[in-house]
């Protein structure tokens, strides 16, 4: 009778075990996973910003509906952030006349963006989100608030992709075979 009654135990342990499981596994799920209608929320909130351009003038995002858009998020002092500028700007010099926009969005303050710049030039629009452009990326699903983060929408402004980390060329290259 005790080894039936611990065969007992052993088995309400597992399924107990087994339950804790998937509800951790539903939680980080529900955490994790693009929410539609908050995503909704998100991009069309993303589209009524306004972002500071290094000469003041303000710059809102709704300039660049209507075309496939690449918002990469980074900072001066981020150095995967850095390291993959080039491989952004060359991007976007290859399929600009294809309609490809892109916009750097600086988690950063305008006189380090400033000197970056003035070293190492960029062909596509950069504009400071400052701080807040941490939140801005959370909202688009960059749950850890981590730098760098891209997110390409579509010309209807949906989000196609987004990407924690630094790009690779095969990211790039997968994503202007997008259907845009």
Known sequence: MSALHSSRRGWLAAAAGLALAGVGAGLAW???KPQS???SEAESLFWQQ???QLNGVMLPASSFQGKPLLVNFWATWCPPC???LPLIDNFFRE???KGWQ???LAV??????NKFLTQSPLSFSVALAGFPGIEVSRSLGNVMGALPFTVVFSPKGDV??????????????RWEQLPV
């Open 102 to 104: 892109v916009l750097g």
């Open 108 to 113: 950063d303050q305008a006189a380090p963006v």
């Open 160 to 173: 196609l992709h987004r990407k924690m980390g630094k790009l690779t060329s095969e990211d790039l290259r």
């Open 82 to 84: 850095v390291e993959e």
């Open 50 to 52: 306004q972002f500071t």
């Open 95 to 97: 399929n600009k006349l």
């Open 30 to 32: 529900r955490t994790l």
């Open 37 to 39: 209608q908050t995503l």
